[in-house]
């Protein structure tokens, strides 16, 4: 009988102003939000978007709790049904086919209005089975970075024979730099090299559960490109994780470099004088290569006792003044349509403007370590074909 009254409940409220319905809701009392969020940023802007939605919302309290991002999917798994999860809870679009197979979130109750406030590739992100989840608080992808000291703004390479040339040449004139580095061992980065003339991740629209074209002949020609800039970058995967590429770049002594925006403040800080492009273009192609883009969502938990509360502060966190406030905080780019006054918005919108939404199907979870483990066998030196043909069984089972 609850849960026919609290179905009542949403439908009704639907069809109204959600603050109109949180009034008459919190006339019974205190409701209390608890909202999961990743610390170094996303933690600060839930903490002041709460402050700022309880000053026009006195009967709801806004509660953070930390739930890395990472981590949030398989929590609210185990939380979620027995009562202690949270109401409302980041997590990446690529895991919400995982999401909503396993009953754990809520359709978006406003849908019509995030899809008309809502980035194009942030909406696509979020549909599962034509149906909208979530509410997208920032959108991100990578590009490259260049050291202004080391690589003049007009010998940025805009292809990837370029970069290789060029890195060649600088290595020569400096032993104790680097003319290029990029973490070699995550798919996440190294997906570019299998984008060549429109290959995709699991077909053009990422839904293709049967096929997912990791292993085809895009991909192994774009990833045998890959292994040949072990030539101008001659170090072992596993001395090219994030932590000491980052550190390369930011210590002033690599030109260029594939990372986001996340990164952005740390080398500020650093002192680094540094822009960003668009990624080269591969081998046979004119436009810069493909990369994932990726969009980080509030979810409403399907076990939350507050869905119509849950929802209207989740799509608060799409306000202009919201998404102004989390961009000045956290450096992640807007879901929504608005100007950035940043040196560095121009390079990182127009690589989105060549990027794809990570898969949201199930298989997608076998992607990363499948992937991951492929790239860095390739880069140093596996057979190509048969590495892609292990990491496409491991997510098709074939």
């Not at 919201?322 to 905080?329: A, G, N, S, T, W």
Request: charged letters at 20%; proline letters at 5%.
């Amino acid at each position: 009988m609850k849960r026919i009254f609290k179905l009542g409940i949403v439908l009704a409220c639907a069809a109204f102003a959600f603050m109109g319905c949180n009034e008459k809701k919190n006339a019974s009392g205190q409701i209390t939000l608890t909202v999961w969020e990743s610390t170094k940023g996303p933690d600060e802007f839930i903490k002041k978007a709460g402050e700022l939605y309880e000053a026009t919302h006195p009967n709801i309290k806004i509660k953070f709790q930390n739930v890395e991002l990472g981590d949030s999917t398989g929590q609210i798994a185990l939380d979620g049904p027995a009562g202690k999860g949270a109401d409302i809870f980041a997590a990446p679009h690529d895991r919400l086919g995982s999401l909503v197979t396993g009953g754990h979130v809520l359709a978006t109750m406003n849908a019509d209005d995030v899809k008309a406030r809502a980035l194009p590739a942030c909406v696509q992100a979020l549909t599962y089975d034509g149906t909208l989840y979530g509410y997208p608080v920032s959108a991100e992808t990578y590009a490259l970075f260049y050291n202004k000291k080391l690589i003049s703004e007009n010998e940025v390479p805009k292809t990837w024979d370029e970069l290789a040339s060029w890195t060649s040449d600088f290595n020569a004139k400096n032993p104790r730099k680097y003319g290029f580095v990029m973490n070699v061992g995550e798919g996440y980065y190294t997906i570019i090299f299998t984008t060549s003339d429109g290959n995709r991740l699991f077909g053009p629209n990422g839904t293709d559960r049967k096929n997912s074209n990791i292993n085809s002949e895009q991909s192994v020609e774009g990833m045998k490109f890959f292994q040949n800039l072990h030539k101008v970058l001659p170090v072992p995967a596993s001395d090219l994780d994030t932590a000491t590429v980052d550190g390369a770049f930011q210590s002033g002594n690599a030109a260029l470099h594939i990372t986001g925006l996340w990164n952005v403040v740390a080398f500020e800080k650093a002192g680094i004088d540094f822009g960003v492009a668009a990624l080269p273009a591969l081998p046979g192609n004119s436009t810069p290569a493909s990369s994932f883009s990726g969009t980080r969502a509030m979810f409403v938990s399907a076990y939350t006792d507050h869905p119509v509360e849950a929802n209207d502060f989740a799509a608060f966190l799409m306000s202009d003044e919201m998404q102004k406030l989390r961009f000045e905080i956290t450096g992640a780019i807007p879901s929504i349509d608005i100007p950035l006054e940043s040196p560095y918005a121009k390079g990182f919108l127009q690589q989105l403007g060549y990027a794809f939404p990570m898969p949201t199907i199930p298989e997608m979870t076998m992607f990363w370590e499948a992937m991951n483990n492929a790239s860095k066998n390739i880069w140093d030196g596996a057979d190509v074909k048969t590495e892609l043909d292990a990491c496409n069984a491991a997510m098709v089972g074939k």
